[in-house]
């Protein structure tokens, strides 16, 4: 067997729901499960998190469906909303609540009225989705004179909240607070940096998304040192060990020279695995647990990793990222966050949920 793996732990899961949960200090707590649950399954993700948070964020109808059909039964969030009048009606059929960040879905709702419960997007300052405040007071009039429709409050997003020198989110959430405040409405703001770092986002409803998949939002600050732990740990096996000498390179580009006499572990992933095909010389990789780093390119099929002064051997285990190498650590070599590594593994590796650690289900 190649050995090729990425193992799943819903249990870190629910531990990390958990520390969101004491942040939240009351206030609702969704967890975005969306991008097929940022790569660790979508309804895994749903069943490890039931019963530790109020409700599921989703980005797309199509997602609130598999959830629903898997028979998740608490709240579900979509939210990009709908994209049509079909949708509208399914997303009641679903009984889900949606986002409406534009006019357009507005006025497709008016035209097609369904019972349907809605949070209206603000733009304050990330210029993405969403309504200017002016605009969104016009929305709001309309959406409450919508027979079945029920407003239940406002949403934004922050823009700069995972910035060590964050010049906008106290800005952003003053303006939402203010339409709040204007409106008589309920907030949802803080994804998983501003819940952490600004206690006056939490407000009514939090939305942590990468926390709780055991990565850490800020550059500066480490899962751990959060109280976060990593639910997933991405594994390989070596499949040679080969001697190098100085002045030789290895792979694709000749990308590394050995600057002396040493020794090369070939490792069954590459970039068809999921494996980041940018990760540069240097990269960290465990073997036996003890770090060691990448040299040479990244292929579709293998990497190389430096053996110099360890004891490895063919067939030995290899950590891509998990527990003696995180997913940030990687992330951080690569120029790129922990989002893409997550969501870019492909279905080749084997995928072992960790039996010894599931959380409740539904």
């Not at 958990?18 to 895994?44: C, D, E, P, S, W």
């Not at 909240?161 to 703001?189: I, K, M, N, R, Y």
């Not at 000498?245 to 070939?266: C, F, L």
């Amino acid at each position: 067997m190649r050995g090729t793996r990425l193992q799943i732990r819903p249990a870190a899961l629910a531990h990390n729901a958990g520390v969101a949960r004491t942040l939240a200090n009351g206030a609702q707590v969704f967890a975005m499960i969306k991008a097929n649950g940022y790569g660790h399954g979508l309804t895994l993700a749903a069943d490890a998190l039931a019963g530790q948070v109020d409700g599921l964020g989703v980005a797309l109808l199509d997602e609130a469906r598999a959830v629903r059909e898997h028979g998740v039964r608490e709240p579900v969030l979509v939210a990009e909303g709908f994209f049509d009048q079909e949708e509208i009606e399914e997303a009641s059929r679903l009984d889900v609540e949606v986002v409406v960040h534009a006019p357009w879905q507005v006025a497709l709702l008016r035209k097609r009225p369904a019972p349907l419960g809605v949070w209206l997007k603000i733009n304050t300052g990330m210029n993405r989705l969403g309504m200017v405040p002016e605009q969104a007071r016009e929305q709001a009039a309309i959406l409450r004179a919508i027979p079945g429709v029920r407003l239940l409050g406002l949403m934004s997003h922050f823009a700069c909240a995972d910035q060590q020198d964050d010049p906008f989110s106290e800005q952003q959430l003053a303006a939402v607070l203010a339409l709040s405040g204007e409106l008589g409405l309920p907030v949802t703001a803080a994804n998983s940096a501003a819940l952490i770092r600004y206690p006056a986002a939490r407000q009514q409803r939090v939305r942590p998304g990468i926390m709780l998949y055991g990565s850490s939002p800020f550059p500066w600050r480490s899962a751990g040192e959060l109280g976060l732990r990593p639910t997933q740990r991405f594994s390989a096996r070596l499949i040679a060990v080969n001697p190098i000498y100085a002045g030789q390179t290895v792979g694709y580009g000749a990308t590394w020279t050995a600057p002396e006499n040493g020794t090369i572990g070939v490792v069954a992933v590459g970039y068809g695995d999921g494996y980041p095909r940018h990760a540069p010389n240097g990269t960290p990789v465990a073997v036996n647990g003890r770090r060691t780093e990448l040299v040479g390119r990244v292929s579709m099929d293998m990497i190389t990793v430096r053996l110099d002064g360890l004891e490895a051997r063919v067939g030995d285990e290899v950590e891509l990222w998990g527990d003696t190498v995180s997913v940030d650590d990687v992330a951080a070599a690569c120029g790129t966050i922990s989002y893409e590594l997550f969501c870019q593994v492909t279905s080749r590796p084997e995928r072992v949920v960790d039996a010894g650690r599931q959380a409740r289900s539904p």
